[in-house]
Structures are given as structure tokens and as C-alpha cells.
């Protein structure tokens, strides 16, 4: 292979293209590059078709763009020079010593942090994820890199992933699940210093299930994913980690034993001893069980064991309904784990108690937030008024004491900030702040940076989101009315336009969530969304559960009303719904719609998401944006207040938002300038960055675990 003394005209890059080659494909095997538009970009141009057919998947990339042809393109003065400076900054983050945790928390640099979760949303390329829990955590493990914290995730590696959407003729979600393989993804098989894989053993009722795993390095952090897929299991046991919650309970149970009981095992496999183990809702929490074994056969008595399993363990809630969390029958508990707690020394009614909300009771459905609440430390929910919810609802456990003294507290959640900005607003940022990727944190560095910004660039920067969003859709439902024998037309790709107040809804279709409810009174939606003068349009995205027939029906729902002439390129719905859709749909649309039953919907993050793209919400009053809401960065629908009779809440809900459009909403998108700019709106927008971007983020949220639970030992 030709080298040369250096590719590139800058004097702080002398690399051969054999070392570029080299960084390259270092680069694509680290997700780091999908929070850095520059190092995206030079994988993307390597082959446009490629990036796109695989959906932004970097190590496919690198695998179909042959040596030679590396070679030859990087031979390109200017882009080898680009590609040397995307390597120089990766480089350079890897081995930064001054980080936000050197100076806070200098002991988590060293010791890791263990933290434990079903899903992990990364990227659209790395499908192990459903939904927002799993968002929540890929964005969690991203920001902990980003702050230097010594961090290894835990999950499962799903090599179906969760499904794919595809709509029938008549609107009905139907499932397809792709086959995943770990050698086109962006992980490596975790092999010992004997060269072989690192595995480990977990019984599963009379049954030995051995388990290896796959690292993914998030920047900093490393993400282990737990395998079955061995040729030494049988064949149904290869299957446990087949599908993101697939199953019955037999598959749930499995599973959930296999992330917390293996999920122990193997990081002592790797002779790693974490500072504190953190369980991101209640389905690794057979980890504490694990723990427990371990100081029992080490020879401390059962209480001093869940004591000092205690003081290691955390736990987050992100259910606020009781029929949301975890139970499995004491016939399943026995048949899967009874063989494993004699190695606890207890018999089976004392092991049950443990997950039991009332321990004498021998009917009694095993529950895994109690489990976990039992032997944490420390116990949060992830937003103020789901911490409130929280404590009522788990009081029982601590001898029904007042609600305000159960030990559960919250923090509320945020977004990875840099991994949700699309390119031309990275850029739009980046510009403006000499490359500061931390300026969204300060907020009086932010209203400096504001100031200096016109309304005319920022209603430029909207212009060119929406653009792309309005293509990007066209693209998509030409594809979806194709499949299903199907044509748009011409004039319905004229009806989607970047001059029309363009609302979203996109997140998991589960009933709670009410995706039909701007649609409570058809006259009254209608006469909103044609008004000539003031036009709205609506786009639609999300997935129901492959056994939620409810959700299926808001979506058929949803899609048969795309299809009515008074709606038709004014309303749609974007099947398959992911990451990619997602972040489409966040900068493109004008206003991020949210109308869950309360107190429902634990915290939500989708709509923070816009924020920096400078999208405003319109949400009830529930989860995070209770908090966030001041009066002028965004709508509020409704009170602060539940019915309990539901359809009186959501008939009052659903005129509150038509009020919202009709009377403040569109007039003030609507409302312009002589040349054509929306000040007041801009305004909101600014009040809706200002007081949102610094507080809501998983920087501000990953430090206050940090400072307020990682730190903190009983």
C-alpha cells in the first residue's frame, strides 16, 4: 500500500493513508461518531447509497469500500485532511484526562459504575432498543462518556431486534424481524486473555445456560451485550435473547434472569468490581440476587449479605402504573429460580418474600420493583411528579408511613443533546460558539450566544429543517403507498410544505399516550387543519407493542384518516418509526404534540429533543414538562389536575388543545412581519432554548446521579 509523509496541508496532522485507513475503521466501530456530524460525514461520503440502504451503519460501510479504493479517496488532499481532523478530535477524546468527573468524581474514573438495562437505544443501525426506556439509557451511557465517567452498560444482544413496521392496505401493523449479524454491527465478541470468548454459566430451572457477550464502545464507555446464541445451549435457550421483550412471561423471566444474574457473572469475568450497580427499571433486578449469592458463599449470614448488596445497588422506576411492573407466579419463580435460591441457603417461601409486597402472603405473584426496592440503596423516579406517584403507590412496603417519607426520590430525565442535532443544526450551534460542544449547559453563555443570533437566522435555520423533513417524508410514503399497491400523487407531495405550521406526535402507540385525540371532534380538526389562510399539517409515527391490539387500532385509526379527502397531505403517518425517523421528525416539525392520560407518562423526552432545533411544545402537564413549562416556552393542555372519569378528562383535555390551536398557536405562527417573520413565535422559541436546553439534558441528569446517588454509600 503507497504511503506518503502526510495527506493532509495541516501542520497538526502528518498521517499516512495507511493510518487513516487504520483510523477509519477504528472510527466506525465506536458510536461516538453518531454525536459528531463531521465524523458522520466522512463516513457517509464514502458511499451515499450504502449509508442510506443500511441505515446510517458505519461498519457495513467500511466493509463493502474496498482497500483500494480507501486508498484512492484518500488521495483527496481535502478530504483526507477532514478525515485526519475527525480522527484528531476522537483521539484526542479518548485520551482527554480533564474531564467533568476527574474534578467531581475522581473515584468513578477508576472504579466503574455498572448500569443495568433491557434496551438501549444508540443509533437506528444498532436496533436493540423499543422505545423511550431504551433511549433514555443510550443516552445516559453517551453523556457519561462525555463526562469521563468510568462506565460499562449492560443489556441483551437482541440479534432480531425489536420488529420492523410495516402497515397493511388497510392500515393494520404487521411485524417483520430482520436477522441481525454482530460481524456488520458496530461490536466485537468479548474474548478472554486465553484468546477464546469469555463465557459464563446461568441456571435456568434443571437447565445450564451458558452466555457470551459483545462489547460496544460508546465513546469512553463500553456497552456488554449478553448472548445465548451458543452452539452448546439447546436450541430454545439460544432463543432467549432473540427479540427485544418477545415472548411470555417463560421468555420474560428468562431473559430477566439472564441480564441480572449474568450480567454479574460475566463483569466478574472481567474481573470487573463495580462502584455501585444501577438498575434502569426493574427487569435486571435479579441482579441483587446474584450479589447476594456471592456474599452468602463467601460466608456472611443472609442479613449481612442484603446489607451489604444494599449499599452497592440503585434502582430507577420508570413505571407509575402498578400493573406496569414486573410479576411473575410463584409455579414460574419455582420452576426458574427455585434450584438457584437453595444456593441462597433459604427456602423458597423466604426467598419469595424478597419480591413481595406482602411477604406472608404464599399466593402472591413475585414482584421485581419490589425486589429491587428492597435491596437498594437508594430508589428514584425520573421526574418530580413521578417520584410523587411513585411513593404513593410503593408506601405499603415501609409500613404504610405517609407518602412524603417513603425513600423514593426523582431525577428528572433528559437528552443526550449532541446525539439528537441533526447536522445543519450542529453546525448552526458550532458556529456561532467557537466549537464549544457544552455551551447548551451554561445558560448565561447560551443567552450570549442568542443575542447575537437574529430572528432572520433563525427563522432560516427552521426553513431548511423543514425542508428537509417535507422530503425526507415524501420519500418515505412514496415507499409505504407503494408497498401496499398504493400511489401518492403529485398533488400530495405539493401538500406537504415547509410554509405550513407542521405539528408531530411520534413516540410508542400505546393507548395511555391517546395519539387519537386531536381528532376527538372531526368538524372542529378539520376546519383547524384547511384553513387556507392559516394552514396546519400533522405527521404521525410510532409502533404498537406486537400484542397490543388496542395500540394497533389507534394506529389503523390514525392511517385511515390519512386516507379521507379533508385530511389527505395534511395528516400522515411514517411507518417503522426509529431513531432516524425521530430525528427527522424532531427538527422538522414546528410543534411537538403530547397528550398522555396523567399521571401517565413518567417523563417523556421526545419533546426535548426539538428544543435545540427550535421546535416548541404543546404537552398536558405531565412528567417533565410539568416542570419545564413557564407560561411563554411553549402550550400547556389542560390543568394541573386528574378526573376520574376518563372521558370527561378527555373530552375537557381535547377542547383545551383545539382552544390552544385556534386561539394562541396558529395565530402566532401565522402572525408576521413585513418580511415575513414571525417575531412573537421567535420569541417563545428563544424563552423555550434559554430556559429548556441547560436543564434538560442528560449531562445536568447523569451529574445528579452522580452527586446525589453514585457518590452516596449507607
Not at 466485537?188 to 434443571?206: A, H, N, R, Y
Request: glycine share 8%; proline share 4%.
Amino acid at each position: 500500500m503507497p504511503e506518503v509523509k502526510s495527506v493532509s496541508r495541516s501542520k497538526k496532522s502528518a498521517m499516512s493513508i495507511a493510518d487513516l485507513i487504520t483510523g477509519l475503521r477504528s472510527l466506525s466501530k465506536n458510536l461516538w461518531w453518531t454525536w459528531n456530524s463531521s465524523a458522520r460525514d466522512v463516513l457517509a461520503e464514502l458511499s451515499p447509497l450504502y449509508w442510506s440502504r443500511f441505515n446510517h451503519n458505519a461498519v457495513e460501510i467500511m466493509a463493502r469500500v474496498s482497500e483500494p479504493e480507501l486508498t484512492a479517496r484518500l488521495s483527496d488532499p481535502d478530504y483526507a485532511e477532514r478525515v485526519a481532523d475527525v480522527l484528531a478530535t476522537f483521539n484526542k477524546y479518548l485520551g482527554e484526562k480533564k474531564t467533568w468527573a476527574s474534578e467531581h468524581a475522581k473515584e468513578l474514573t477508576k472504579q466503574p459504575i455498572a448500569y443495568f438495562s433491557a434496551e438501549f437505544g444508540l443509533h437506528e443501525s444498532l436496533q436493540i432498543y423499543s422505545g423511550g426506556l431504551g433511549v433514555l439509557a443510550g443516552d445516559h451511557i453517551k453523556s457519561a462518556s462525555d463526562l469521563g465517567l468510568n462506565f460499562a452498560g449492560v443489556s441483551l444482544f437482541y440479534r432480531e431486534g425489536y420488529f420492523q413496521q410495516r402497515l397493511s392496505a388497510d392500515g393494520w401493523q404487521q411485524e417483520v424481524y430482520p436477522l441481525f449479524r454482530p460481524d456488520s454491527l458496530a461490536m466485537s465478541q468479548v474474548i478472554g486473555e486465553d484468546g477464546k470468548p469469555v463465557t459464563v454459566s446461568v441456571e435456568l430451572g434443571q437447565s445450564v445456560v451458558h452466555v457470551q457477550a459483545w462489547a460496544v464502545k460508546v465513546g469512553r464507555a463500553t456497552l456488554y451485550l449478553l448472548d445465548t446464541n451458543i452452539e452448546q445451549n439447546e436450541p430454545h435457550y439460544r432463543d432467549i435473547t432473540s427479540k427485544v421483550y418477545g415472548g411470555d412471561a417463560t421468555t420474560r423471566i428468562n431473559q430477566e434472569i439472564i441480564l441480572g444474574i449474568g450480567g454479574v457473572k460475566f463483569l466478574h469475568a472481567l474481573g470487573l468490581k463495580p462502584a455501585v450497580y444501577h438498575m434502569n427499571e426493574g427487569h435486571s433486578g435479579f441482579l441483587t440476587l446474584e450479589l447476594v449469592r456471592e456474599q452468602v458463599v463467601a460466608g456472611k449470614s443472609l442479613d449481612d449479605a442484603k446489607a451489604f448488596v444494599k449499599a452497592e445497588c440503585i434502582f430507577t422506576t420508570h413505571t407509575p402504573v402498578p400493573a406496569g411492573h414486573d410479576r411473575f407466579s410463584p409455579d414460574l419463580m419455582g420452576y426458574s429460580l427455585g434450584k438457584y435460591a437453595e444456593s441462597l441457603k433459604i427456602d423458597f417461601n423466604t426467598f419469595m418474600a424478597l419480591g413481595r409486597e406482602h411477604p406472608n402472603d404464599p399466593q402472591e405473584h413475585f414482584t421485581m420493583t419490589v425486589l429491587c426496592l428492597n435491596l437498594s440503596r437508594s430508589a428514584n423516579g425520573v421526574s418530580e411528579l413521578h417520584g410523587e406517584v411513585s411513593r404513593d403507590m410503593w408506601r405499603g412496603l415501609y409500613g404504610n408511613v405517609e407518602a412524603k417519607d417513603v425513600p423514593i426520590g426523582y431525577i428528572t430525565n433528559g437528552i443526550h443533546t449532541f446525539g439528537w442535532l441533526v447536522q445543519k443544526t450542529e453546525r448552526f450551534w458550532l458556529s456561532r460558539t467557537q466549537n464549544d460542544r457544552e455551551f447548551f449547559r451554561n445558560p448565561e453563555r447560551l443567552k450570549e450566544i442568542l443575542d447575537e443570533v437574529s430572528d432572520e437566522e433563525l427563522w432560516s435555520l427552521r426553513y431548511r429543517l423543514k425542508r428537509d423533513l417535507m422530503e425526507f417524508a415524501y420519500g418515505r410514503l412514496s415507499a409505504q403507498y407503494e408497498r401496499s399497491g398504493q400511489m401518492l400523487g403529485e398533488s400530495f407531495g405539493n401538500a406537504l410544505s415547509p410554509d405550513v405550521l407542521t405539528i408531530g406526535f411520534a413516540r410508542r402507540f400505546a393507548t395511555y399516550k391517546r395519539a387519537p385525540l386531536v381528532f376527538s371532534d372531526i368538524d372542529r380538526i378539520t376546519r383547524i387543519i384547511s384553513n387556507s389562510e392559516k394552514p396546519v399539517q400533522f405527521f404521525f409515527a410510532g409502533k404498537a407493542h406486537p400484542r397490543d391490539d388496542a395500540g394497533k387500532k389507534y394506529i389503523q385509526q390514525i392511517v385511515s384518516l390519512t386516507r379521507q379527502s379533508q385530511f389527505l397531505g395534511k395528516v400522515v403517518f411514517i411507518e417503522n418509526y426509529d431513531m432516524n425517523v425521530a430525528r427527522h421528525l424532531i427538527s422538522g416539525v414546528d410543534v411537538w404534540l403530547n397528550n398522555p392520560m396523567r399521571p401517565l407518562e413518567a417523563s417523556g423526552t421526545s419533546g426535548q429533543k426539538v428544543i435545540a432545533h427550535g421546535g416548541l411544545n404543546c404537552s398536558i402537564l405531565d412528567g417533565w414538562w410539568r416542570e419545564a413549562y413557564n407560561g411563554e416556552n411553549g402550550w400547556s393542555i389542560g390543568k394541573d389536575e386528574n378526573h376520574a372519569d376518563q372521558n370527561y378528562q378527555d373530552s375537557l383535555d381535547a377542547n383545551s388543545l383545539y382552544d390552544i390551536l385556534e386561539q394562541d398557536l396558529v395565530p402566532t405562527y401565522y402572525n408576521r412581519t413585513e418580511s415575513g417573520i414571525p417575531t412573537a413565535w421567535l420569541k417563545k422559541v428563544r424563552n423555550s432554548m434559554l430556559s429548556l436546553m441547560p436543564v434538560y439534558n442528560t449531562h445536568r441528569m447523569v451529574s445528579d446521579y452522580v452527586l446525589k446517588y453514585y457518590k452516596q454509600k449507607v
